[in-house]
């Protein structure tokens, strides 16, 4: 999908981090962007910075909510050209020491934001029969595991089967919908403290490996994550020249490497280095 101005984008995520500046650098090429996010302050935050078009608070973990942020965009805009569905939460922690709570949570964000929005707006992005693309943020927790990240890596795989199955379901029925699957590695978000907007229904008490990983986490965003707005511009380059997979650093390449290799040799994939 080349051209972008003039067309509508729908971004979830958008209150901070990789989701604000992709609405930020959507808007800089002429879409009317809506921005959506759980977090009320951090989405007028958005607003403020940003000339999107509309703001709409939505939980993508709740299918209703995804409902109604489509049923806005299309009431609206009228159509919907660019999906991004970039929510995400991070929950890590021990495997086996992990609450039921944290799967629910990650994966009702992770993966079921995804499932939502393409139940809610893929028929009616076919049915408009134009040109358009969906963007599904991954991670590369979704393509190399690391310990003490059980919750987000099985959320994280799981996101990126459901983007893959989806470009090949799209075109296999011919739809002239480009799909791509970015998959950052350390970016200077608060993924570290997603912890500020879960669910009191889904609390649980933070155990020292929990609160271990999200230091580290959190240390290495800072000293070690790229600027959002360098994950925005690649987004949008594969949005004009659809491409699948986005990585963000170099690093990608080996990593995918070592761990086809370990698999093909039927061993345990190497532990990647955090970058």
Do not use: C
């Given at each position: 999908m080349e051209q972008l101005h003039g067309k509508v984008a729908v971004v979830t995520g958008a209150g901070s981090g990789i989701g604000r500046a992709l609405a930020a650098r959507?808007?800089?090429?002429?879409?009317?962007?809506?921005?959506?996010?759980?977090?009320?302050?951090?989405?007028?935050?958005?607003?403020?910075?940003?000339?999107?078009?509309?703001?709409?608070?939505?939980d993508v973990a709740n299918a209703g909510d995804v409902d109604a942020l489509a049923e806005h965009v299309y009431e609206t805009f009228g159509g919907v050209d660019l999906l991004c569905n970039n929510a995400g939460v991070f929950a890590g922690g021990l495997i086996w020491e992990r609450p039921a709570s944290d799967f629910d949570w990650t994966l009702g964000v992770n993966l079921w934001g995804i499932l939502h929005a393409v139940r809610a707006f893929v028929p009616?992005?076919?049915?408009?029969?134009?040109?358009?693309?969906?963007?599904?943020?991954?991670?590369?927790?979704?393509?190399?595991?690391m310990p003490y990240t059980g919750p987000y890596n099985v959320s994280k795989f799981a996101a990126l089967a459901a983007t893959e199955s989806l470009a090949h379901d799209l075109a296999v029925v011919g739809?002239?919908?480009?799909?791509?699957?970015?998959?950052?590695?350390?970016?200077?978000?608060?993924?570290?403290?997603?912890?500020?907007?879960?669910?009191?229904?889904?609390?649980?008490?933070?155990?020292?490996?929990?609160?271990?990983?999200?230091?580290?986490?959190?240390?290495?965003?800072?000293?070690?994550?790229?600027?959002?707005?360098?994950v925005a511009a690649l987004i949008v380059?594969?949005?004009?020249?659809?491409?699948?997979?986005?990585?963000?650093?170099?690093?990608?390449?080996?990593?995918?490497?070592?761990?086809?290799?370990?698999?093909?040799?039927?061993?345990?994939?190497?532990?990647?280095?955090?970058?």
């Open positions: 959507l808007v800089a090429e002429g879409m009317r962007v809506v921005a959506a996010d759980i977090e009320v302050d951090a989405l007028a935050g958005t607003a403020r910075h940003t000339d999107v078009a509309s703001t709409f608070v939505t009616r992005m076919i049915d408009a029969r134009r040109e358009a693309h969906i963007v599904n943020t991954v991670s590369m927790a979704g393509i190399v595991t739809a002239p919908i480009g799909v791509s699957a970015v998959v950052p590695s350390l970016v200077a978000t608060r993924i570290a403290q997603s912890g500020r907007n879960r669910p009191g229904a889904l609390a649980a008490p933070r155990s020292e490996d929990a609160r271990f990983v999200e230091q580290a986490l959190a240390d290495s965003t800072a000293s070690a994550g790229i600027d959002p707005t360098e380059d594969a949005v004009r020249t659809n491409t699948y997979l986005v990585p963000t650093k170099p690093s990608y390449t080996m990593q995918v490497r070592d761990r086809a290799a370990a698999l093909v040799d039927r061993r345990l994939p190497p532990m990647p280095e955090i970058d």
